[in-house]
């Protein structure tokens, strides 16, 4: 239960070390001689955060319920939530991971809608389901690594470079594509998105693994440790001995693959690979991923916040349209949400030392 | 006479026009602190990144232990037992103290985290070091400038060094935190540690180090057993001339405190 582990954290984060000298130097024997078990804490102001978007998402259950107490609280509509959070839920989890290590990826749209095209075009669908899987897997990547490689290697700003790889990609899936959907022939492929275990659908158990796999290399391993050092100081974890540029692209190919793995999903929900998918992904990914506490200069931030975040976006979504809204006032209270929740950061920011 | 650990003799080193270090002599003893000292562009710096292995001699000789040894890059000085902790201290403020401690050489039980091992290891390094930080789990950016310099030199200690080099401790340190560090160098020596400090503070100097090796423009100027030199000797070497802008002030002031005196 990485939340409600998480949460704990966050509370004896809080706790002041006692004010008195021979007390703290005593807390220090006695913590030196029986460590507990818990988690690394990576700034309390993030799990706090973390706490506030739960009650934000309690809040909007409220007011779902209240005002549209027939559909909201229902399982088939907050199975529809999750479904819809999917998709973007996965791309958000590789946005984490490059935004904590000092980046930023402007092209996971395009990257979608690459491989979303590459992997339906009739001579990938000729090698069947293990084809079309392996090569938008690929072709995620692979753009990934383009990125990467740039930012890293040729020293380009990663606002650039992403940019330009969100046109170019997106020209490169017009390209292939005719500007025309392909529709998926190959059933097994379809099955994907259709496929449900115990009523939930299979795309929701893709987010939760690529979710749990993403918070245990985020958190417990040496990858993840080094992704928030390199966010924090990249010239230290350098003279620490870390291979910043090959683990900044890397970042950059994680969160590439997170696009292919989102390309399947995507692909699967329509029937049809286009090089019109996944548009302003990179937006709502960043907006996520920016509410959930994690901090857009890198080395700061929490998958359990960016979750959060993807699940405020997609509940706001789904209340207007059950209370026959329109998109154009969904966007305008998107657009406040995402403003109130940076005041909130630079104010957590200015009481933390 | 022990052999020293770290021993450099003759080491020049050019960068372009500018002669950095021409055949300048350095030796450290286990369990001795040796100040490195001299003015701007002396050459201390240019001196530390050759033993670091960061900017190597163009000629000389370095032995370790009695033994000439070739260091090239900063892995070779790592490797002989060399640790270097620079002025920037070059922690991350975003993690926490163990994290810091272990960054880039991280423990690891199964492909995940040893963070109980980690934490106990930082725990028993800084008690036995006498650090007092409020927990080893708060994010350095959360400590005093003092703590934090502490965490960067016990750092360097994790690769078990025969050889510390530290660039400039005290110098952005208040008084209280500057005895800390001193408090903290002195121990490194009671471990039976070469430590080599530079440093422009002579008063840390005389405080805690044994001997003081003075360059200027790249030569030796001096080398002075800090019990038996007077500062007056030091900062003449540093200089390269008895009357200096420091012994004119200090005559100046002496006067006017006679002056007064006159007065009264």
Known sequence: MPVLASLRTGMSGQRRPPADEHTRVEAAAAEAAQPQRRLVLLGAAGEARSLGLIGVLVLLGIVGAVTAPASFLTTSNLVNILTTASVIGVVTVGMTFVIIGGGIDLSVGAMIALASVWSTTLATQSHGLGGMLFSALLVGAGAGLVNGILISYGRLVPFIVTLAMLVSARGLAEQLSNRRSQIVEVPSFADIALTRVLGVPMLVYILAAVCVVGWLVLNRTTFGRRTFAIGGNPEAARLAGIDVKRHTTLLYVLSGLCCGIAAIMLTAQTNTGASTHGQLYELDAIAAVIIGGTLLSGGRGSLVGSLLGVGVFTTITNLFILNNLSTPIQNIAKGAIIVAAVLLQLRSRAASP | ?264
């Not at chain 2, 003893?29 to 002396?42: H, K």
């Not at chain 2, 103290?97 to 690891?108: D, P, Q, Y």
């Not at chain 2, 994010?139 to 690769?159: C, M, N, T, W, Y």
């Not at chain 2, 019990?227 to 009357?243: K, L, M, R, Y």
């Open chain 2, 1 to 264: 006479m022990t052999t020293p650990v770290l021993s450099l003799s003759g080491v020049s080193k050019r960068f372009g026009a500018v002669q950095a270090l021409s055949e300048a002599e350095l030796e450290v003893n286990p369990g001795e602190v040796v100040a490195l000292v001299g003015d701007n562009g002396a050459g201390k710096s240019t001196l530390v990144k050759v033993i670091a292995g960061v900017n190597p001699a163009d000629s000389g000789e370095i032995r370790w232990e009695g033994r000439p040894v070739a260091i090239s890059k900063p892995h070779d000085a790592t490797a002989l037992g060399i640790a270097t902790v620079y002025q920037d201290l070059s922690l991350c403020d975003n993690l926490d103290v163990v994290a810091n401690l272990f960054l880039g050489n991280e423990t690891i039980r199964f492909q995940v985290l040893d963070e109980i091992g980690m934490e106990r290891h930082a725990s028993e390094l800084l008690h036995s070091l006498s650090v007092r930080i409020p927990s080893v789990r708060v994010p350095v950016a959360a400590l005093s400038g003092g703590q934090r310099q502490s965490v960067a030199i016990a750092r360097s200690l994790l690769g078990e060094p025969k050889v510390v080099m530290l660039d400039e401790p005290t110098a952005a340190l208040g008084v209280a935190q500057t005895a800390q560090v001193l408090d903290l160098i002195e121990r490194l020596r009671d471990r039976g540690l070469g430590v080599i400090l530079i440093s422009h503070n002579l008063a840390d100097v005389k405080a805690v180090a044994d001997r003081a090796v003075v360059l200027r423009l790249g030569r030796n100027a001096g080398d002075f057993r800090i019990g038996e030199a007077t500062q007056e000797e030091i900062v003449q070497a540093i200089t390269g001339a008895s009357d200096n802008a420091v012994s004119r002030r200090r005559a100046r002031t002496a006067d006017a405190v006679s002056l007064t005196e006159v007065d009264k």
